[in-house]
């Protein structure tokens, strides 16, 4: 493995960030010829150039931005280490790391983890929330950066332990003039002869109401692709689609937008939520503690 400086990886960073050396010498308190000096070194370590300087300043070549790309997320992740270190010194006895599907974080599992942090035995616990797609997370908690993965629980666990937590209902969101706001409940098929706000393809959800228009021998055509439950029920109030959406969610956005919500028949709309951990999580207390919690919330 390369000896990589941390110290010059950061000034470089840093002239990347002001676009040239100059600049980013004074914000670092140090003489440009350092700079220079520290990133040729850098790149003899490495074998390749990093920088193009020109009479304009200096930027990074396509190397040297994908050098770039690793050093924000090397300096993130130190700084999360700093915080983690010093919130124990401030009194913090435990640390969760949960990571959880979009689904999960815009149903019910905010409230959940709000509501163990309020209890008072549990004041001195720290707990961080990231989204990750569903195999993201599992390898998330498979490879111990994680503590906690909350998804599906059709999701394939590779060996992970997994316990249920929350189970929601899946239904189809239109505009309240839509040719179907007039239905009580709907299969999914019917909603096929309709163009539909979907989620990126790389989420649970995508893929699931692709296999069930499969098995009806139909396709779903897309009039957009959103990122996020919000961005869907924003475009479904514009009259411009319909979109699969967990009823829980659509109850906020129901009172805000002119928005129905007709609840999906078919077996698959019935969701159920795990939650996955290793074994190695059992041996801490904070942990177990909100684990224990949240699978008292099973539903």
């Given at each position: 493995m390369r000896d990589l400086d941390l110290k010059s990886l950061r000034l470089f960073?840093?002239?990347?960030?002001?676009?040239?050396?100059?600049?980013?010498?004074?914000?670092?308190?140090?003489?440009?010829?350092?700079?220079?000096?520290?990133?040729?070194?850098?790149?003899?370590?490495?074998?390749i150039?990093?920088?193009?300087?020109?009479?304009?300043?200096?930027?990074?070549?396509?190397?040297g931005?994908?050098?770039?790309?690793?050093?924000?997320?090397?300096?993130?992740?130190?700084?999360?280490?700093?915080?983690?270190?010093?919130?124990f010194k401030g009194g913090i006895k435990g640390h969760v790391r949960l990571v959880a599907s979009a689904s999960?974080?815009?149903?019910?599992?905010?409230?959940?983890?709000?509501?163990?942090?309020?209890?008072?035995?549990?004041?001195?616990?720290?707990?961080?929330?990231?989204?990750?797609?569903?195999?993201?997370?599992?390898r998330a908690v498979s490879s111990g950066s994680a503590s906690l993965g909350v998804c599906w629980d059709t999701a394939g666990f590779e060996g992970l332990e997994h316990v249920p937590y929350r189970s929601d209902q899946l239904a189809l969101a239109v505009?309240?003039?839509?040719?179907?706001?007039?239905?009580?409940?709907?299969?999914?098929?019917?909603?096929?002869?309709?163009?539909?706000?979907?989620?990126?393809?790389h989420t649970a959800v995508y893929r699931l109401l692709q296999k069930a228009a499969a098995q009806d021998g139909k396709t779903i055509v897309y009039r957009s692709v959103v990122s996020n439950f919000d961005a869907a029920f924003r475009v479904v109030a514009a009259n411009l689609g319909v979109s699969v959406v967990p009823i829980q969610v659509g109850a906020t956005?129901?009172?805000?937008?002119?928005?129905?919500?007709?609840?999906?028949?078919?077996?698959?709309?019935?969701?159920?939520?795990?939650i996955c951990f290793s074994e190695t999580v059992k041996h801490q207390p904070a942990v177990m503690r909100l684990l224990e919690f949240l699978q008292a919330k099973r539903s």
């Amino acid at each position: 493995m390369r000896d990589l400086d941390l110290k010059s990886l950061r000034l470089f960073a840093a002239v990347c960030d002001n676009g040239n050396i100059k600049d980013a010498a004074l914000q670092e308190h140090i003489e440009p010829s350092a700079i220079s000096k520290r990133i040729a070194q850098l790149e003899d370590v490495l074998g390749i150039q990093l920088l193009v300087r020109g009479r304009m300043g200096a930027e990074p070549t396509p190397a040297g931005q994908t050098l770039l790309e690793h050093i924000r997320t090397l300096m993130f992740t130190l700084q999360r280490i700093e915080g983690d270190i010093d919130s124990f010194k401030g009194g913090i006895k435990g640390h969760v790391r949960l990571v959880a599907s979009a689904s999960a974080i815009a149903e019910s599992l905010l409230d959940d983890v709000a509501a163990f942090m309020r209890l008072p035995e549990n004041r001195d616990i720290k707990v961080d929330i990231e989204e990750h797609l569903s195999i993201d997370l599992i390898r998330a908690v498979s490879s111990g950066s994680a503590s906690l993965g909350v998804c599906w629980d059709t999701a394939g666990f590779e060996g992970l332990e997994h316990v249920p937590y929350r189970s929601d209902q899946l239904a189809l969101a239109v505009h309240n003039e839509h040719p179907l706001a007039k239905k009580k409940t709907l299969k999914f098929a019917q909603t096929l002869a309709f163009e539909h706000v979907g989620l990126s393809p790389h989420t649970a959800v995508y893929r699931l109401l692709q296999k069930a228009a499969a098995q009806d021998g139909k396709t779903i055509v897309y009039r957009s692709v959103v990122s996020n439950f919000d961005a869907a029920f924003r475009v479904v109030a514009a009259n411009l689609g319909v979109s699969v959406v967990p009823i829980q969610v659509g109850a906020t956005y129901q009172r805000m937008f002119p928005v129905t919500l007709i609840p999906l028949t078919d077996t698959w709309a019935k969701r159920n939520f795990a939650i996955c951990f290793s074994e190695t999580v059992k041996h801490q207390p904070a942990v177990m503690r909100l684990l224990e919690f949240l699978q008292a919330k099973r539903s």
